[in-house]
T-cell receptor, first 108, second 115 residues
Framework: GEDVEQSLFLSVREGDSSVINCTYT??????LYWYKQEPGAGLQLLTY?????DMKQDQRLTVLLNKKDKHLSLRIADTQTGDSAIYFCAESTGKLIFGQGTTLQVKP | SAVISQKPSRDICQRGTSLTIQCQVD?????MFWYRQQPGQSLTLIAT?????????ESGFVIDKFPISRPNLTFSTLTVSNMSPEDSSIYLC????????????FGSGTQLSVL
């Protein structure tokens, strides 16, 4: 069945890099997504990667996709306190299936 | 991207009552999606609302509990009927990029608490 899994919590120091990992099950996913949710807010589409790519870079964000292992990661360079939020990974299988979300805590 | 307005942004309701959530999009879209996010949980798709046809509900969600209207290409409502405390969640409306079901954009959500 469809399932997306993430670790629940990550804590980093300001200025360090953050790496949030995700595994998914459906190899037919067309796109894979990263969403950001700040307290009291809806979800913001942060970035996405097409399934035939293995890397995408967008400013401080780097997405790596390993299709063989069905593993997706989001690296945030020079993490700032404003990056503190919940990050959701999602796979697209005709509908979006979301992971449980990873809470990123950035310490000054 | 699409701009999605949802209201109310939050509400506190009594058990047994119903609440209708409105979703307005700034462009015409074929499909609109309603999600639920239970406290501390991920998002679960409730239903897909297409203009001019009945909504398509996901497993575990039924029309009697979550009736949906889609009167035009920019507007939809979700009603949470006969509420119980288990319905306390954030309800989110979303639309896909250029009318598809990809690259979903979300409204800010409706925080519902049922006493």
């Amino acid at each position: 069945g469809e399932d997306v899994e993430q670790s629940l919590f990550l804590s980093v120091r300001e200025g360090d890099s953050s790496v949030i990992n995700c595994t998914y099950t459906d190899s037919s996913s067309t796109y894979l997504y990263w969403y950001k949710q700040e307290p009291g807010a809806g979800l913001q589409l942060l970035t996405y990667i097409f399934s035939n790519m293995d890397m995408k870079q967008d400013q401080r964000l780097t997405v790596l996709l390993n299709k063989k292992d069905k593993h997706l990661s989001l690296r945030i360079a020079d993490t700032q306190t404003g990056d503190s939020a919940i990050y959701f990974c999602a796979e697209s299988t005709g509908k979006l299936i979301f992971g449980q979300g990873t809470t990123l805590q950035v310490k000054p | 991207s699409a701009v999605i307005s949802q209201k109310p942004s939050r509400d506190i309701c009594q058990r047994g009552t119903s609440l209708t959530i409105q979703c307005q999009v700034d462009s015409q879209v074929t499909m609109m999606f309603w999600y639920r996010q239970q406290p501390g949980q991920s998002l679960t798709l409730i239903a897909t609302a297409n203009q001019g046809s009945e909504a398509t509900y996901e497993s575990g969600f039924v029309i009697d509990k979550f009736p949906i209207s889609r009167p035009n290409l920019t507007f939809s409502t979700l009603t949470v009927s006969n509420m119980s405390p288990e319905d306390s969640s954030i309800y989110l409306c979303s639309v896909g990029d250029r009318g598809t079901n990809e690259k979903l954009f979300f409204g800010s959500g409706t925080q519902l608490s049922v006493l």
